[in-house]
């Protein structure tokens, strides 16, 4: 086995199931993080049935799920006609130790790992250490690190790409990000506020239908998360929807009260459906936000993203103990993984998008019926969980040569 380490760019969900699936399999590695800690901040949060699978491979799924909230039904609701649908993940049973969603921040998890990373000598973690560039011959990879003394040079086998959609890694390789940014902004607020008390029989993760203002409401393990839409055409978005009178003004919309909501976090964020040009250069590999984004609604993307760092994770450690061909390897995890980023977690959530702000009133009925159907016959609520579980798109994507 090679004695250059792993070179991850990164210490995100991706990067951190790379970090310590490679550590178990004895590969020494080296984490960058550019931040001087663990980011704490709004994120991704929900993690589906398949993710926790392959993080209870590694050991880290009893932690988190100890940590988090389970989830094991989720609703559809039409504000409007107060029609709800719920889907049973209990249907799912049969299908996965986790017939159930897992809510907890993402940063839980990479602060889980973080603590499992020490126990590993061949683990290095260096936080203050942003990757700037690279250049890479037959037998490594030299990266050019900003640190908190100078730049650096450090030396190893192959460099992951998984700093995020902002990718240094991916612009050093010059590899294209195309894909749209959609007008509108993401208002993302947390509140403390019991809306279990107050809405009858409302579950943990909702989707709420409404031709004026559609919204996400879910719980995390440790506060209510509302989302909603902005208006594109506003010129100052964070001055005005920032604000905590408009935020205030919305989640009285949302459930009328006396007095004003305690508002924990709140932020305004760009919504984007991005796929990396290519995943490989040579020794270089993108995983998660570096190699594709796409709007939050279903929970695809990180969650895709720990698939790509799973499947990667698989892929090195055959080359590098079993001395399998890194070329031919890296080309299947492209295969894999970007036809599954373009074809499936694109267009499923460019759909769900869709489907949550259209404003046509009989399109929302026969939406909402849709979704009443679906729910009330256990075949398709089944089939359905599957999919935007994500266990369908894995299974094909593993079955591709």
């Not at 579950?203 to 440790?222: A, F, G, H, M």
């Not at 994770?313 to 492209?334: N, W």
Request: hydrophobic residues 40%.
């Amino acid at each position: 086995m090679t004695t250059q380490p792993v070179l991850i760019a990164g210490s995100g969900p991706a990067g951190s199931l790379l970090a310590l699936y490679l550590s178990q399999q004895e590969i020494p590695v080296i984490l960058f993080e550019k931040q001087p800690d663990l980011p704490v901040d709004l994120r991704a949060s929900t993690f589906h049935p398949p993710s926790l699978e392959m993080l209870d491979e590694l050991g880290v799924a009893d932690a988190m799920i100890a940590k988090g909230l389970k989830v094991d039904r989720y609703q559809y609701r039409d504000r409007r006609t107060k029609e709800v649908a719920e889907f049973d993940m209990g249907l799912l049973s049969d299908d996965t130790r986790f017939p159930f969603r897992l809510q907890l921040e993402q940063y839980e998890m990479t602060r889980i790992i973080n603590q499992q990373l020490a126990n590993y000598p061949t683990a290095q973690v260096l936080f203050s250490h942003e990757v700037l560039g690279f250049s890479q011959d037959d037998n490594g990879v030299t990266v050019l690190v900003n640190t908190p003394d100078n730049e650096k040079q450090f030396r190893g086998s192959f460099l992951l790409g998984c700093d995020g959609a902002s990718s240094q890694v991916r612009k050093a390789a010059g590899i294209g990000y195309g894909g749209f940014t959609y007008n509108e902004k993401f208002l993302v607020v947390s509140t403390p506020f019991p809306f279990e008390q107050v809405f009858d029989n409302l579950s943990y993760v909702n989707y709420i239908s409404d031709p004026d203002e559609w919204c996400v409401l879910l719980r995390t393990e440790k506060l209510w998360r509302v989302l909603w839409p902005t208006d594109p055409a506003e010129a100052n978005p964070a001055q005005t929807y920032l604000n905590d009178q408009y935020i205030q003004q919305r989640l009285q919309h949302l459930h009328a009260k006396a007095g004003d909501y305690d508002i924990g976090h709140k932020t305004l964020y760009a919504v984007h459906q991005r796929v990396a040009e290519r995943y490989v250069q040579g020794r270089m590999v993108l995983v998660g936000d570096a190699a594709h984004i796409n709007n939050p609604l279903g929970g695809m993307g990180m969650n895709g993203g720990l698939h790509d760092a799973h499947n990667l994770a698989q892929k090195l450690t055959c080359i590098l103990k079993e001395g399998a061909s890194y070329p031919e390897l890296f080309a299947q995890y492209e295969r894999q993984r970007k036809d599954l980023a373009v074809e499936f977690v694109q267009q499923h959530t460019i759909a769900n998008k869709q489907m949550m702000e259209t404003k046509d009133p009989e399109q929302q009925q026969k939406r909402q019926q849709w979704f009443m159907e679906t729910a009330a016959d256990p075949s398709k609520a089944r089939a359905f969980m599957l999919e935007r579980a994500m266990f369908n798109c894995l299974r094909d994507s593993l079955q591709q040569a």
